[in-house]
């Protein structure tokens, strides 16, 4: 078990530019989620995907921010147009979960992807 | 909606204290409750866990028990250590028929500094 791993681990960009960042979450689970922290705040959730489908976003996921786990292993998080405000720590996490097998919802957590705009 | 509040920090202790941090929620149902933590430079960890009410998690010396009447998850440990020294995070995910909605609702995190 190697462990959530997010690349790259720190990223600054200038605004306007455009980045991705890439979650290869531990092996057998089929639940993979993105969330975004803030210093001195919790994280927040932005999406999540079973397997390879999209099962819900946040609000806060403006039409700037796309999601896709093409796959149903690795994900992939892209800002365009990035800005001032999209500075924070960016979380992805995993989990084994199965319907109706009870409740199996422990998320794994990567070290996360810092991104700092100028 | 789903909301976390965690007792405001940070907390500064003495080691060997008792430590309580504070958590309490707002949720539909019967949610799933968490502590993280996350230690200076790395990411968050699962602390301890309780899915029903009357569980107690329990992991590494720290406790927590989920009182739905007082819709409560507060965190313990009798004693603490430098080593303890983190940003701990209250959360629950809300759950109906036997599964997980998925996301987890977090509160914004309480600082724990223990001095030798």
């Known amino acids: 078990d190697t462990g959530v791993s997010q690349d790259p681990r720190h990223k600054i960009t200038k605004r306007g530019q455009n980045v991705t960042f890439r979650c290869d979450p531990i092996?057998?689970?089929?639940?993979l989620y993105w969330y975004r922290q803030t210093l001195g705040q919790g994280p927040e959730f932005l999406t999540y995907?079973?397997?390879?489908?999209?099962?819900?976003k946040s609000r806060l996921l403006s039409d700037r921010f796309s999601a896709e786990r093409p796959k149903g292993s690795f994900s992939t998080l892209e800002i365009q147009r990035t800005e001032q405000g999209d500075s924070a720590m960016y979380l992805c996490?995993?989990?084994?979960?199965?319907?109706?097998?009870?409740?199996?919802?422990?998320?794994?957590f990567g070290p996360g992807t810092r991104l700092t705009v100028t | 909606g789903n909301s976390v509040t965690q007792m405001e920090g940070p907390v500064t202790l003495s080691e060997e204290a008792f430590l309580t941090i504070n958590c309490t929620y707002t949720?539909?149902?019967?949610?799933?409750l968490f502590w993280y933590v996350q230690y200076p430079g790395e990411g968050l960890q699962l602390l301890l866990k309780?899915?029903?009410?009357?569980d107690k998690g329990s992991n590494k010396g720290f406790e927590a028990t989920y009182r739905k009447e007082t819709t409560s998850f507060h965190l313990e440990k009798g004693s603490v250590q430098v080593s303890d020294s983190a940003v701990y995070f209250c959360?629950?995910?809300?759950?109906?028929?036997?599964?997980?909605?998925?996301?987890?609702?977090f509160g914004q995190g309480t600082i724990l500094t223990v001095h030798p």
């Open positions: 996490a995993s989990s084994w979960t199965l319907t109706g097998s009870g409740i199996k919802d422990e998320q794994y």
């Open positions: 092996s057998e689970h089929n639940r």
């Open positions: 995907f079973q397997n390879e489908a999209q099962l819900e």
């Open positions: 949720a539909t149902g019967y949610p799933s």
């Open positions: 309780a899915t029903k009410a009357d």
């Open positions: 959360a629950l995910i809300r759950n109906a028929g036997g599964t997980s909605y998925g996301k987890l609702t």
